[in-house]
């Protein structure tokens, strides 16, 4: 059934986080943009505070044997972000991950204007095989309330 | 008519530009991978080249009023590279610019193995106005052959 | 008089402040350390965010008609800093400003070991001639009781 | 004796090396400049080719099992570096390496005009024991013409 709770119902089954960046100099162009290409530290910054957030660090998964290089990035740049901007970035893992993981990201500035909004997907590698693995059992426990 | 000859001619139809980059120790990060937001300027480098073969330069665009900003961008990873490696990117301009232009990008390492490919939209702006803009005339003149 | 109260009291004469910054994945390289090059930008940081205390900002003095860019930097790295590394970064304004500003930096980890010491010496620009000038008077008067 | 002659001599003794690198939007900031922390990238590939030039390669170096991390870093910048300039780097390895190797770099644009000069000191570690070492005696050799 495709009723509008169930849609709502959906929706909510997702993980969402929140975090901050102020731009660097060293991020802006000669445009007085932030340069197309530094958004993507940006988003590496979001997505290990969201893990962050859920009791999970990205530096420990590698400790324990997982690599997670990205697969595939997409981004739409709707306004440019400035100098010394605190920009706010929404995170949201929006499905259980199973040996990939998707993170989709928005930033706002300070007047909270959308700048762009973007998505990465992500595998998880094990470091001894160098070959696509499950997702670390300790992340699946703590993602699945956001999920079920 | 859709015959092959028709669709080969069309294939034809666009804006091919060769370039090499060889990666940088900055470039890699502690995965032994060029770090995935590294590529953007790589492709920046190849858009850049594809208009200096053309006899234009972005440079000088920008001093004759023209901004280019990204509006879009995508990419997907099939393989890392490494660092030291001289990469080659084969740079595309699928269609005739209009407010905005499209490159097409795809990346191999030096053993001709396709590490990546990869999309951008930028839009022309006046500096003056900020407003979007058509494409500069010199610009278009010079893409015209490869689109009749 | 060199006795120790007065070199006590010269130790006093300087502006201190501290402020912190999370070692991004893109900051690292395939040596497993943060890129030599990478510190610029968290020094970079670190005098932004000594400003900000003092209650000024770099992005008004721009705004205001100055620039400020870097003359003389200079570095040593005693110990590597890490992926997902908290650093502590000691910044101090050694001498009240004139033409020139010099910063000085130290840069510690989490358990308290100095990774490295630096210095940055930039020059007060005025935006309109291009020509050296001297720092604006709002910073002289922010940063006089710490020099008196 | 310090005759013109001898210091002659001792000013030709040392490695010399160019290369060049074209600046890209990426390494630019909103002041229009090369970001001054973006030149320790072009001084790698400085010192990268100079030791390419001479037949060794910094990746087999670090396949053999030695790193190279930078220990000590200065720059003088003198004029700022622009947008799509091809930046000449001369590079100059000054004493025999012994357990550390220094390189002195002079960049100059297009037009001649000297930008800015540096320094590095790097240390030879040996990958398996982590410890200072000497350096490679293949870069010993090939550098040993130069300094006698």
Redesign the interface.
């Known amino acids: 059934m495709n009723c509008i709770f169930c849609i709502f119902v959906k929706i909510l089954r997702m993980y969402l986080s929140e975090t901050s960046v102020?731009v660097?100099?060293?991020?802006?162009?000669?445009?007085?943009?932030v340069?197309?290409?530094?958004?993507?530290?940006y988003f590496?910054?979001a997505r290990?505070e969201a893990l962050r957030d859920l009791g999970m660090?990205?530096?420990r998964m590698?400790e324990e044997g997982f690599?997670l290089?990205?697969?595939?990035?997409?981004?739409?740049?709707f306004k440019?972000a400035f100098?010394?901007e605190l920009l706010h970035i929404k995170t949201c893992i929006p499905f259980m991950p199973s040996v990939k993981i998707v993170f989709r990201y928005e930033i706002f500035n300070e007047t909270g204007m959308k700048l762009n909004d973007a998505e990465t997907t992500l595998v998880f590698l094990s470091k001894e095989s160098g070959r696509p693995c499950k997702a670390p059992s300790e992340l699946l426990q703590k993602l699945s309330p956001y999920f079920s």
């Not at 660097?24 to 943009?33: P, S």
């Open positions: 102020r660097r100099y060293a991020e802006t162009d000669r445009m007085n943009y340069y197309y290409g530094n958004y993507a530290s590496e910054v290990v660090t990205y530096r590698e690599l290089p990205v697969l595939e990035y997409k981004v739409k740049y440019p100098y010394d």
